[in-house]
């Protein structure tokens, strides 16, 4: 099927969605921060601390929240993140404890809401937080500038600015939905932030290949705009197919997959999502828009 849709046109549109769901994002984070909360849902990798995985023997609600929270009170960690994992699991995230007063909050716990199993429990400390979270980014920027230097060398500097700000808008869009949807800022994250920033690169160096092999046939016969519109509209079918069944496998590891793995699932599906929209709306509508400033010549 030969498609005839026109994404450079509608850039204004694209460009708005975008700012539009980033804008909320921060927003969110900014209004955290007026408050003197966490404006991300950092988890102890990068600030420190405890987290309890627990087991009940009996099946956890509302009420069962209130009463680790008025237990945890006890100790000045009513501010605590509780998260109920199933119907029986539940983790307990506070801030860093010495080991004797783990022993009592767990004592105290067994009292307040019955006898439990402890799954596992991690401590990290603040130094060793804050040690992570400079080398996650500095990993980010070293994995951007590689990058950029690669799409340079493979095509010219106006794609591979192109690509960066691809990048760029990826990591933002990830962030805002973090933001919104409270999702943890961990290590885990990180790793998928790269994992996305890698596939989303590859289509769209696809698509630059694909603007690149038009350049050349068209000898000059057409602007960059109608050859870039081309070249979107000839893999749209292969971006669309390799994007629905890395979803379709990424959807069932959310739903069958676990909690352990469920976050770090959830920010690929979204990060999936937002790499196949930035190489078809973002990245390559770019190419055309800077085309004023550097004349393309492949």
């Known amino acids: 099927m030969k498609y005839t849709f026109k994404f450079t046109e509608k850039f204004n549109f ?3 969605i975008s700012i539009t769901l980033i804008a909320i994002g921060f927003s969110l984070m900014g209004l955290r921060a007026f408050e003197s909360k966490p404006y991300l849902n950092f988890g102890i990798d990068f600030m420190g601390g ?10 956890s609600n509302e009420n069962t929240l209130k009463m680790i929270r008025e237990s945890l009170k006890s100790f000045n960690l009513e501010n605590s993140q509780i998260q109920l994992s199933g ?3 539940v983790f307990i995230k506070t801030l860093e404890l010495k080991e004797n007063k783990t022993e009592q909050i767990m004592s105290h716990l067994k009292e307040t809401i019955g006898n439990f199993e402890i799954l596992e429990i991690q401590q990290i400390g603040g130094n060793i937080g804050n040690s992570l979270k400079r080398q996650s ?5 070293f994995i951007t500038l590689s990058l ?3 799409v340079t060398f493979r095509f010219q500097f106006n794609f591979a600015l192109s690509a960066l700000i691809a990048l760029i808008h990826d990591g933002l869009i990830i962030l805002s939905v973090a933001s919104i949807l409270m999702l943890e800022i961990n290590t885990a994250f990180i790793a998928a932030l790269l ?4 596939y ?4 769209t160096i696809v698509i630059f290949d694909r603007i690149r092999e038009n350049i050349e046939k068209s000898k000059a016969t057409q602007s960059l705009k109608e050859i870039t519109n081309t070249a979107l509209n ?5 971006t669309i197919n390799t994007s629905i069944t890395t979803l379709i496998v990424i959807s069932s590891l959310i739903l069958f997959g676990g909690s352990t793995i469920k976050e770090f699932c959830i920010i690929l599906f979204i990060g999936v999502v937002s790499g196949t929209y930035s190489s078809l709306c973002i990245a390559s509508s770019t190419v055309v828009k800077f085309e004023r400033f550097n004349k393309i010549n492949i």
């Open 14 to 16: 694209w460009a708005f």
């Open 148 to 150: 950029l230097i690669y």
């Open 200 to 203: 989303s690169i590859n289509d």
């Open 137 to 141: 980014i500095y990993i980010i920027i």
């Open 234 to 238: 000839q893999t749209l079918t292969r």
């Open 195 to 198: 994992t996305i920033l890698g």
């Open 50 to 59: 405890n987290t309890f995985h627990l087991q009940l023997q009996e099946s």
């Open 87 to 89: 119907e029986y699991e």
